[in-house]
């Protein structure tokens, strides 16, 4: 069968000893790199460029794009320890994850997030071996209408998101909306919300908004009262998931890694909102959705999965297009470019060595960082050991070395030290921060495509209905829309 | 019965809401509305701004109903100094560089917390310091000067 | 006795200052020189950057270090080398936006007298594609199908303000016909909206959508070019077929603050110049799609000061409006 000689072709790549040692740095500098906030893939690909020069396209390739896909892993390990996203997808890891270290259980989360994040990268880097230019050609279906009811059943299904007060959880959310629209507006290239202020025409960055409303607002929140209180109170009960745990993530890692291939896809959105849709799509067929938020597991291991697969499937477009999803995979195509490598659709023909090595280096790399996260589980628990006000002023240190790297700017500093104090008032006043993360991530693409689908349409709102995948999303919308009210409706009903 | 809005969770919550969704909504009367066929760039905002008011009324309203109150006390005293802390790192780091940048906040950083040891706080300012100049200057090549300055 | 030995220790410590001072300028450069670049790692200007970057410090002898400035279309770096020390130890990547950003933005700086411009360092094309269901092959065919159809064909960018929609702005200026802009978020989006038949036009730039074309998922009509690009020399430019003196060129440059002395200025053209003339650095910016050029500071600024004039014209026969 061809596609088993292919794979032959591509370990026969990928396992020379060069390629492995490389694809080993790439991935322990990018589970570093994700580590540590605000520097994230594109700022250590940058800096290894000229490296990039000096290498062959193969060994080049590999290293870049195990800093890639590492740096996902990483990012959810702050994500767990310290309720700091590193990447915009380890957000929804915060919610349950956090709570899980509180509890004791940061041995278990962290190892079922390795875990999670391996099986969706095996599935993963087969879906690009099997169907890669068939997941391209899909992505190519997508156009503006498609993305808007996309954003729209996502928004909706947002309420599904908060924990407590659903009134609260949707003003979180129109909040990020209103923080999104800050910037250009793409469909009139006007200013929105800039206060003539030169740093604010891009929009509020995400390191900033994550920054501020998740880590400094949690900090905070554990210093206010004057009685001393550990953070990390639960007892260490060990540091691998018990039976029970792989039990209960092992369906939701399955549902995680299919959204995750899926959105992965599909340029711009990726790995982000895979994370929040099976989180969202976990706690709504829980058996007890009150678990979530309080350190269900689940919550760990479908955004995880969701999150691998994403970066794993983000690389088709890339691939099989020649058209970068993001400024990251922009970098990374002009590695190719520069080293002579015309990627589009004809990389698998004219170049098979690289394609289906890299491939084989992308299953390789997942083995890597499962082998290298599982024993530094261990480590990090013990860095929760170390007493909170040693810590606090690290994490805050980093945190601002992070914001202030993602554009050499002071400015975005300030901003997130202004965001902080914002998302103190917030947790106090008991709104929860993910809400509106979400509607930060999805508002400027929701309004952005929804625009636009309006004015290739000419104005006219039935495009939504008539083309069949948009269609899908908007009578999933209403499903959704319908199963929220019908229960409360069904209860004022019965009150009368 | 005089409803008690000291500390009223929802109010202060609602009220919130009701003055950014406000504000949201009078800066966007700069910008073209347009239609909702053809919108225009401050259509988005002016609906989002107004939304959020009316939630923002709705979650007061409910404060003054239910009365609850915030828990806990709030941390004037940390948040002003956390706050502090990363106003002065971004302040300095251009102008002084890096090292003494990383000091200034990890020591404004502590002052935040319940107890302030002079050496602990002193030790940890010195292997931070050494830490960040490794991985950040030296491991990633960030070009941020040291000590000194860029001008 | 005394007064002339202080006068003697006096002129002693003079002349060893005027020596320090002369021996400080001819040491230049004593220390890293920064490379601002007004764009987030990544994109275009960046590459072409680390692209000169190499060659660069070696032969200037001091390591020159990118640094990434993103920001409200390059103008906040620009706006940092404004106001930069001229001391030769600042130097910006003039973005293409440098000629349009005028017209668009509220700035804190001259775009032509507050810049000592140095080289233009290498220029690129716009391609511009149509997809396969547009029946028409040549920019003539192209310019009578538009004409049967005003405000029905529509033509993607990859924003408002960029080359990719000013190019589309200058052709119909310059022609007459009339189509509906499109803008998408950066140049991937809109790309792919062309392929997914959204979008029926695109000026995109040359390596991107030259895979494309040459894989037959779009047409590739004609260049944007006053010359044939060395890329794809079979394919004509829109000047060439039926719009004369139609040109829209990306140009990518390096400059200085104004006031930085004459003798820096000519160390780093001299330096700049050979780095272009490196085998490697021309190779790394022809796969880029980029020509490298290598003129001299005159020609520069009197190129620098036509395109701000010319965008501005279009601009303003567009109406597009900025901040």
């Given at each position: 069968m061809e596609l088993l000689s292919n794979l032959a072709l591509g370990f026969g790549v990928a396992f020379s000893l060069e390629n492995l040692a490389y694809c080993f740095a790439g991935v322990a500098l990018g589970t570093?790199?994700?580590?540590?906030?605000?520097?994230?893939?594109?700022?250590?690909?940058?800096?290894?460029?000229?490296?990039?020069?000096?290498?062959?396209?193969?060994?080049?390739?590999?290293?870049?794009?195990?800093?890639?896909?590492?740096?996902?892993?990483?990012?959810?390990?702050?994500?767990?320890?310290?309720?700091?996203?590193?990447?915009?997808?380890?957000?929804?890891?915060?919610?349950?994850?956090?709570?899980?270290?509180?509890?004791?259980?940061?041995?278990?989360?962290?190892?079922?997030?390795?875990l999670a994040s391996f099986f969706a990268g095996c599935v993963g880097t087969l879906l690009i071996a099997l169907a890669g230019p068939t997941l391209g050609e899909w992505a190519l279906k997508f156009g503006s209408a498609e993305y808007t009811s996309l954003m729209l059943m996502a928004l909706v299904a947002s309420a599904v998101m908060t924990q407590g007060d659903a009134v609260k959880g949707l003003a979180m959310v129109v909040l990020g909306l209103l923080i999104g629209v800050v910037g250009v507006?793409?469909?009139?290239?006007?200013?929105?919300?800039?206060?003539?202020?030169?740093?604010?025409?891009?929009?509020?960055?995400?390191?900033?908004?994550a920054v501020g409303l998740f880590a400094v607002a949690e900090i905070v929140a554990n210093l206010e009262s004057r009685e001393p209180r550990e953070v990390y109170t639960g007892k260490l009960t060990g540091l691998m998931p018990t039976a029970r745990d792989l039990r209960d993530a092992a369906w939701p890692t399955v549902r995680g890694t299919a959204l995750g291939a899926c959105f992965g896809v599909l340029p711009g959105t990726g790995p982000a909102l895979s994370s929040f849709a099976t989180y969202m799509l976990e706690k709504k067929i829980a058996r007890d959705p009150s678990r979530f938020g309080r350190g269900a597991i689940e919550g760990v291991a479908a955004p995880e999965a969701a999150n691998n697969a994403a970066a794993q499937t983000a690389f088709i477009p890339m691939l099989t297009l020649g058209i970068p999803a993001t400024a990251t995979m922009a970098l990374m195509l002009a590695a190719l470019t520069l080293q002579g490598i015309a990627t589009g659709p004809q990389v698998m023909l004219d170049k098979p060595d690289l394609f289906w090595g890299l491939i084989a280096s992308m299953w390789i790399g997942n083995c890597l960082l499962v082998i290298l996260n599982l024993p530094l589980v261990g480590l990090w628990v013990k860095l929760l050991t170390v007493p909170y006000r040693w810590l606090f002023p690290s994490i805050i240190l980093f945190c601002c070395i992070g914001n202030y790297s993602v554009s050499n700017n002071p400015f975005d500093v300030y901003l997130c030290a202004l965001i902080g104090v914002l998302g103190y008032v917030l947790v106090k006043l008991e709104c929860e921060p993910a809400p509106l993360l979400l509607g930060y991530v999805l508002g400027p693409l929701l309004e952005e495509n929804l625009r636009r689908a309006l004015l290739i349409a000419r104005g006219d709102p039935t495009v939504f209905f008539t083309r069949p995948i948009s269609a899908a999303f908007m009578i999933a919308t209403v499903v959704?829309?319908?199963?929220?009210?019908?229960?409360?409706?069904?209860?004022?009903?019965?009150?009368? | 019965m005089k409803p008690d809005l000291r500390n009223n969770r929802d109010w202060i919550a609602g009220l919130l809401f009701i003055v950014l969704g406000a504000l949201a909504t009078v800066l966007a009367r700069d910008y073209p509305f347009g239609t909702t066929m053809r919108m225009g760039p401050g259509y988005f905002p002016t609906m989002l701004g107004g939304i959020l008011l009316v939630f923002g009324a709705t979650i007061l309203l409910r404060g003054i109903r239910s009365g609850e109150r915030v828990k806990g006390e709030w941390g004037v005293r940390p948040l002003a100094w956390i706050t502090l802390s990363i106003v002065l790192f971004g302040f300095l780091l251009d102008r002084v560089g890096m090292v003494p940048a990383t000091v200034v906040t990890l020591f404004a950083a502590a002052a935040a917390g319940r107890e302030f040891r002079l050496k602990e706080v002193l030790l940890l300012a010195i292997v931070m310091t050494a830490f960040s100049v490794a991985v950040f200057s030296y491991g990633l090549k960030l070009p941020y000067p040291l000590v000194g300055s860029y001008y | 006795m005394q007064v002339s030995f202080v006068a003697r220790l006096l002129a002693l410590m003079l002349l060893f200052g005027a020596a320090c001072t002369a021996f400080a300028q001819t040491s230049y450069p004593a220390k890293p020189i920064r490379f601002l670049v007004g764009f987030p790692p990544g994109?275009?200007?960046?590459?072409?950057?680390?692209?000169?970057?190499p060659r660069f410090s070696e032969y200037l002898g001091q390591s020159v270090v990118i640094e990434n400035r993103g920001g409200a279309n390059a103008s906040i770096a620009t706006d940092l080398v404004a106001h930069a020390a001229p001391d030769g130890y600042t130097i910006l990547l003039v973005a293409p936006g440098h000629a349009t950003n005028p017209a668009l933005l509220k700035l804190n700086?001259?775009?032509?007298?507050?810049?000592?411009?140095?080289?233009?360092?290498?220029?690129?094309?716009?391609?511009?594609?149509v997809h396969p269901s547009l029946p028409a092959h040549s920019v003539k065919a192209l310019i009578a199908l538009s004409k049967r159809r005003p405000g029905d064909i529509n033509y993607g960018s990859s924003g408002t303000g960029t080359t990719v929609h000013l190019s589309a702005e200058l052709f119909q200026y310059m022609t007459g016909v009339k189509w509906v802009h499109i803008p998408y978020k950066g140049g991937g989006p809109g790309l792919i909206a062309l392929m997914a038949g959204e979008v029926s036009l695109y000026f995109g730039n040359v390596p991107t959508v030259i895979r494309q074309a040459r894989a037959g998922k779009v047409r590739a009509v004609a260049t944007t070019g006053l010359k044939r690009t060395p890329a794809a020399p079979d394919i004509p430019t829109v000047a060439e077929s039926g719009v004369p003196g139609y040109e829209v060129t990306t140009a990518y440059g390096m400059a200085a603050p104004a006031k930085t002395p004459r003798a820096i200025l000519d160390r780093l053209h001299t330096d700049i110049v050979r780095a272009?003339?490196?085998?490697?650095?021309?190779?790394?910016?022809?796969?880029?799609g980029a020509d490298p050029v290598g003129n001299s500071p005159e020609q520069y600024t009197a190129f620098m000061k036509n395109e701000i004039a010319k965008w501005a014209k279009v601009i303003k026969a567009a109406g597009i409006k900025g901040e």
């Open positions: 570093l790199i994700g580590v540590l906030p605000g520097v994230g893939p594109l700022v250590t690909i940058a800096m290894l460029f000229p490296i990039t020069f000096h290498l062959p396209a193969v060994p080049a390739i590999i290293m870049l794009a195990g800093i890639f896909y590492g740096a996902q892993y990483g990012g959810s390990t702050t994500s767990i320890l310290v309720n700091l996203p590193g990447e915009t997808a380890s957000a929804v890891t915060c919610i349950d994850g956090y709570q899980m270290a509180r509890q004791g259980r940061a041995g278990p989360a962290l190892a079922t997030a390795a507006d793409v469909n009139s290239g006007m200013a929105r919300y800039s206060f003539g202020i030169p740093e604010l025409v891009d929009g509020v960055g995400f390191t900033v908004v959704i829309l319908v199963v929220m009210v019908a229960p409360a409706a069904r209860g004022m009903r019965r009150g009368t | - | 994109g275009t200007n960046d590459i072409v950057a680390r692209a000169v970057a700086f001259d775009s032509v007298n507050d810049f000592a411009f140095i080289t233009l360092l290498a220029e690129s094309q716009n391609l511009l594609v272009l003339n490196a085998p490697d650095t021309r190779e790394r910016l022809l796969g880029l």
